[in-house]
């Protein structure tokens, strides 16, 4: 295949791939259905093999258009990242970002990463505190933007990611056999208050032997052995071991991750960011998809 691959097609398989559908990926890249199905004939005869098979109403990918997509979904972001970078390449300013520390490990590298390369000229202030505070911050001013986790108590806080939460403790140690459980919680957190809820609706002892709203604190605790916590999926570590049921603990709901934005100040590199922040973390529209 001497061809070289068009990056607008690439840009509609991933849509396609991402829905399902011919015609929900047609919205998505406002393009007609007939247009999209005349993009995806053009991308299979320049691969030279079908991409898609149909399943009832639902466009699946064939081997071969699993083994593009990864590709494709790397060439599109590569194409977004070039020309952000061209077209930013005059953004200045200063831009003042909250994340809870334990998001900060997961998401923060990619995000700085990616937004220095497309706007060298601008700064970023990062603060690591609770969720709770960092939504004082912005009502307050004190911030532009933060990562916060969404417990619909902020009504303009935008969804842009979805996690599994879970119970876990460490690989070589017991704490979650002994009773009451000791547990390592944050101070100011909405999981704390959801993990002792879900304890008390068993009747199972408990008590927070380790509080901190250091992340990096707590998860010393666990990894130690002596004590049992809760994490997000990105923030697991290795060394963790999640529980379940089989081990007498109750299933802990999905949690969502939203960014929030201050009134105070809608500057273009804070909005610079805010669209790299979506861009890298976003994943409620695959996971809505895979439900439907």
Not at 174 to 184: K, R
Not at 221 to 239: I, K, N, Q, T, Y
């Amino acid at each position: 295949m001497s061809a070289l691959l068009d990056v607008d097609q690439l840009k509609t398989f991933v849509a396609i791939a991402d829905t399902g559908s011919f015609t929900r990926a047609a919205d998505i890249v406002f393009k007609t259905q007939s247009a999209v199905s005349m993009q995806m004939k053009r991308l299979e005869e320049r691969i030279g093999k079908p991409l898609f098979s149909r399943d009832g109403r639902q466009s699946r990918l064939t081997e071969d258009g699993e083994r593009l997509l990864e590709y494709a979904r790397r060439i599109v972001k590569l194409s977004g990242e070039a020309i952000s970078a061209l077209t930013d390449a005059d953004l200045s300013g200063h831009v003042r970002l909250g994340v809870p520390d334990d998001y900060a490990d997961r998401f923060l590298p990619e995000i700085l990463a990616r937004f220095s390369r497309s706007n060298p000229r601008a700064e970023v202030t990062v603060v690591c505190e609770p969720s709770l505070t960092l939504i004082d911050r912005i009502t307050t001013g004190a911030l532009d933007l933060a990562i916060i986790t969404h417990t619909g108590i902020v009504a303009d806080a935008q969804p842009i990611r979805q996690e599994q939460l879970y119970w876990v403790t460490s690989q070589r140690g017991c704490a979650h056999e002994e009773t009451p459980v000791p547990l390592a919680l944050g101070t100011v957190c909405a999981w704390r208050n959801l993990a002792i809820e879900r304890l008390d609706g068993q009747q199972r002892p408990h008590r927070v032997l380790y509080a901190s709203q250091n992340s990096t604190a707590l998860c010393a605790a666990v990894l130690a052995g002596l004590a049992v916590s809760v994490s997000a999926e990105s923030s697991l570590r290795p060394g963790m071991r999640v529980l379940g049921a089989a081990d007498g603990y109750p299933p802990l709901p999905p949690i969502k991750i939203a960014l929030l934005r201050s009134q105070h100040d809608t500057s273009p590199v804070r909005e610079a960011l805010a669209d790299h922040i979506v861009d890298s973390l976003d994943n409620l529209s695959e996971t809505v998809m895979a439900a439907e």
